[in-house]
């Protein structure tokens, strides 16, 4: 390896981290598959939450080859859509080509025995004010956005829409099975957002359920009883000493190994005095129980 970078001097930073690397692979290869191995654990996508403009950021880190035909494909289906007569600028251009993209594999029946695969689903809450044109306000899950861009969103190709009652996100319908029907899991969604562990912002669509009061004693599979925690912080609940109560229905006290406790509500985290567990409830147990219906 010395011998790779015997003559590297003058060379900038960027050629000389591929000389060592070169040198790496050449020289140490298990070394080498070692750390390319554990780098390709890293890799995700990830889609932010919505702003109040109806955009989302994209963020992930990808395989090189799966990188370079990604950025082939928007770039081929970018200038076909200037060839249709799109004006937009190239990088808007882009954003559009991976939507469509988007859209035309959730066309392919893609699902087990040609089935078709699962479609994503786009939750915009409207009333009947926002469609006759004098409440120019909707929301996608907690951000509110326009009257008009949920108007571009409907006239999309291949966009197809379904009306659906009002969920309540305050009801409770207890069923005795473990296993979470959707309908609760689109109930706690709408309630909680985002997962309750403190100042964490994973949208609940990506989070596991817990059962605040544990099933195997008692805990009703119900969403009075059922909170949004990504997988980090369920294994946080789960196999450390951190704990939450609930105190009323989408409001939870966390109590940290150290004994600090946080609220976290709909209004965000809050820290609150410090404890040393001597007046918290047992975990799970709420302060105040509410009320059947």
């Known amino acids: 390896m010395d011998r790779q970078l015997f003559n ?3 060379v900038g930073w960027a050629q000389l981290e591929r000389l060592i690397a070169e040198a790496v692979i050449r020289f140490d290869p298990e070394r080498y598959e070692a750390e390319r191995a554990a780098a390709s ?13 109806g955009l989302v950021p994209i963020d992930g880190l990808v395989d090189a080859a799966d990188g370079a035909d990604l950025d082939q494909a928007i770039a081929r289906r970018a200038t076909l859509l200037g060839r249709l007569g799109n004006e937009a600028s190239l990088d808007v251009r882009r954003s559009q080509a991976l939507g469509d993209l988007a859209r035309n ?13 699962r479609r994503a689903v786009l939750n915009v809450h409207i009333t009947d004010a926002t469609l006759a044109g004098s409440n120019a306000v909707g929301r996608w899950d907690q951000q509110p956005v326009s009257a008009e861009q949920i108007r571009e969103w409907l006239t999309q190709p291949g966009m197809s829409v379904t009306v659906r009652p ?3 996100v305050a009801g409770h319908v207890p069923v005795t099975a473990y296993e979470i029907p959707d309908r609760h899991r689109q109930q706690v969604e709408l309630r909680d957002h985002t997962c309750r562990f403190p100042y964490c912002t994973r949208a609940a669509m990506r989070c596991d359920l817990d059962h605040a009061t544990p099933h195997g004693r008692g805990g009703p599979t ?6 949004p925690l990504c997988r980090r912080h369920h ?17 939870y006290v966390w109590r940290s190994p150290s004994g600090f406790r ?17 007046d918290d409830p047992a975990p799970g147990v709420y302060r105040q129980q509410p009320a059947a219906r």
């Open 166 to 168: 009002v969920i309540d």
């Open 235 to 251: 294994r946080a609940k789960t196999h450390s000493q951190w704990r939450y109560q609930v105190t009323t229905i989408g409001t």
């Open 8 to 10: 590297a001097t003058g």
């Open 105 to 117: 594999d959730l066309t392919l029946d893609l699902g087990p025995d040609g089935a078709p695969s």
């Open 41 to 53: 654990d890293h890799r995700y996508v990830e889609v932010g939450a919505p702003d109040t403009n």
């Open 222 to 227: 119900c969403p009075c009883n059922l909170v």
């Open 262 to 278: 946080f609220e976290v509500s709909h209004r965000g985290t809050h820290a609150v005095e410090h404890s040393d567990g001597a």
